[in-house]
Nanobody, 126 residues
Framework: QVQLVESGGGLVQAGGSLRLSCVAS????????MGWFRQAPGKEREFVSL????????NYADSAKGRFTISRDNAKDTVYLQMNSLKPEDTAVYYC???????????????????WGQGTQVTVSS
């Protein structure tokens, strides 16, 4: 099983940017498609974005399209989420997740992801 550690969260004003990073260890990083999810207080964890093993395919929630960019560096065992034009409604704990090994294109459900990081807080002030 892969272990995941996120970083890069923080407090930012509306319109600002943050770059989240997630470093993986424990097994071959390139075996897993990767995703980002988020969870706001009192709400369910929701899909934000995913990227396939090679990085050739990405998917975004409607709320993230045009503002967020997911990428990965398999040589560094790291997946990133660049977040621009942040809004107060983006405030949440952001989680990195690894999909089931060798899954080509995971779905956007939490159930398709088997390893999770501890989360990093993103707070956007108005």
């Amino acid at each position: 099983q892969v272990q995941l550690v996120e970083s890069g969260g923080g407090l930012v004003q509306a319109g600002g940017s943050l770059r989240l990073s997630c470093v993986a260890s424990g097994r071959t990083f390139s075996s897993n498609a990767m995703g980002w999810f988020r969870q706001a207080p009192g709400k369910e964890r929701e899909f934000v974005s995913l990227i396939t093993r090679s990085g050739g395919y990405t998917n975004y929630a409607d709320s993230a399209k045009g503002r967020f960019t997911i990428s990965r560096d398999n040589a560094k065992d790291t997946v990133y989420l660049q977040m621009n034009s942040l809004k107060p409604e983006d405030t949440a704990v952001y989680y990195c997740a690894a999909a089931k090994p060798f899954m080509i294109v995971p779905g956007t459900s939490v159930a398709d992801f088997v390893s999770w990081g501890q989360g990093t807080q993103v707070t956007v002030s108005s």
